[in-house]
């Protein structure tokens, strides 16, 4: 054992916390990449989580946060240090009554989704199958057809990344933009929503759920693991159109590949690597901006040392 792994086990074992050492962090991203973590930390609570961004602020300890890993790719090499995931911690889930719900942000967005059909609450339709975590939603305000996360978001706690200030700030006061947030820059991390949703008709929110759900598994690769939509849709146009236009379905480096079904997703089709998914990433971008002039901006989040 390391000697963070000896001082992190020996000051939180006995905290509300779950953490693993030399964790393979493949297992813990939708795209089955990445190399082991220090430290992978599930706290239970945002008192243990501010504990442990303490401690990692007063020893300089290089610090990762993952929601659910849906929207990145981690080094081959894999991270140093404290990586804090979500998933799985903070996870409480309740209904406040006037439409409002309160989601820690390690809940799934397929459990948000359930419990507001659950409540005849409509609104969060767009989001059901969106394989992410509520706090990685709303950090870069995820979004399908036609909805977003700032639709309906109501208010955001957050964390600074020192853990000794939390704040519960407005949606109305919170600068959303397409695949845009404050949290993206500003080291802030989230703990739990609020969502401000309206009373519908159960039967017809489950009906809209499964008819998006349809069109996802028709439309997109959903049977490799991925990231979603590798780029941002630009200015002018849809990223996986002017992917497709430029020829580059099926193109592939190593085991990473265009997917020949959405041009939109790079997919793991078998022992991809770090290396292999950014050289392909940066083919297409060149590729791209030869072609049509338009510079794609990754969607994904590159976590490395």
């Not at 401690?55 to 790719?73: D, F, M, Q, T, W």
């Not at 639709?151 to 853990?163: A, C, I, P, Q």
């Not at 159109?241 to 099926?250: E, F, H, T, V, Y």
């Not at 901006?289 to 989040?301: D, N």
């Amino acid at each position: 054992m390391t000697d963070l792994q000896k001082s992190f086990s020996a000051n939180f074992s006995a905290k509300e916390c779950t953490f693993y050492t030399d964790e393979p962090l493949m297992n813990h991203c939708a795209f089955r990449i990445g190399g082991a973590s220090e430290i992978l930390a599930v706290p239970k609570t945002e008192k243990v989580l501010s504990e442990i961004l303490k401690y990692a602020k007063e020893r300089s300890i290089p610090l990762h946060i993952l929601g659910n890993g849906s929207n990145v790719l981690i080094a081959d090499e894999g991270l140093s240090g404290i990586t804090v995931k979500l998933m799985g911690g903070l996870c409480d889930l309740l209904y406040l009554g006037d439409g409002i719900i309160v989601s820690g942000a390690g809940v799934s967005l397929t459990r948000l989704c359930n419990f507001a059909k659950e409540h005849s609450l409509t609104g969060l339709e767009f989001a059901y199958g969106i394989p992410g975590s509520v706090g990685g939603a709303v950090y870069m305000n995820a979004g399908a057809y036609d909805g977003e996360i700032k639709d309906v978001l109501y208010s955001v706690r957050s964390m600074n990344k020192e853990g000794s200030d939390i704040t519960e700030t407005p949606a109305k006061d919170i600068e959303i933009s397409y695949r845009n947030t404050p949290f993206m820059k500003n080291d802030r991390i989230i703990t739990s929503a609020f969502f401000k949703l309206k009373e519908g008709n159960a039967e017809e929110i489950t009906a809209k759920m499964e008819e998006l759900m349809g069109k996802r598994k028709n439309s997109q690769p959903l049977e490799f693991p991925s990231a979603g939509s590798t780029f941002k849709r630009p200015a002018t146009g849809y990223a996986a159109a002017l992917i497709d236009l430029s020829g580059l379905k099926g193109t592939a480096v190593g085991g990473a590949e265009v997917s020949t079904k959405h041009a939109g997703f790079v997919i793991n089709k078998g022992g991809a690597t770090f290396k292999d998914v950014t050289a392909l990433m940066e083919i297409i971008k060149t590729t791209v901006y030869e072609k049509h002039g338009i510079e794609l901006q990754p969607e994904v989040e590159i976590l490395k040392d």
